[in-house]
Nanobody, 116 residues
Framework: QVQLVESGGGLVQAGGSLRLSCVASGSIFSIKVMGWYRQVPGKQRELVADITSGGSTNYADSVKGRFTISRDNAKRTVYLQMNSLKPEDTAVYYC??????????WGQGTQVTVST
């Protein structure tokens, strides 16, 4: 069984910062890409950022320059540092991990709310 547990979400004022964490545990091996997605009601889940096992990163245009993704392979953890938050960043943020032989696991989601 594989578990992805996210933490760090919450309520913050516009311009503030939050740091999300996602820890992978259980029978997970050969972790490849780790990433963060977000979803608001009525819209499709969208990629925020992802990072390969080698450290290559990819960001949505809307968060470039404000968000930073990183990972600690020894701890099986991926982080998302979110700075200069905007109300439009409000969403449920999900952790996604690609591992093993073309396997994918998702976290349960953590709410991020940015107030004006």
């Amino acid at each position: 069984q594989v578990q992805l547990v996210e933490s760090g979400g919450g309520l913050v004022q516009a311009g503030g910062s939050l740091r999300l964490s996602c820890v992978a545990s259980g029978s997970i091996f050969s972790i490849k890409v780790m990433g963060w997605y977000r979803q608001v009601p009525g819209k499709q889940r969208e990629l925020v950022a992802d990072i390969t096992s080698g450290g290559s990163t990819n960001y949505a245009d809307s968060v470039k320059g404000r968000f930073t993704i990183s990972r600690d392979n020894a701890k099986r953890t991926v982080y998302l540092q979110m700075n200069s938050l905007k109300p439009e960043d409000t969403a449920v943020y999900y952790c996604k991990v690609d591992w093993g032989s073309r396997l994918t696991s998702w976290g349960q989601g953590t709410q991020v709310t940015v107030s004006t």
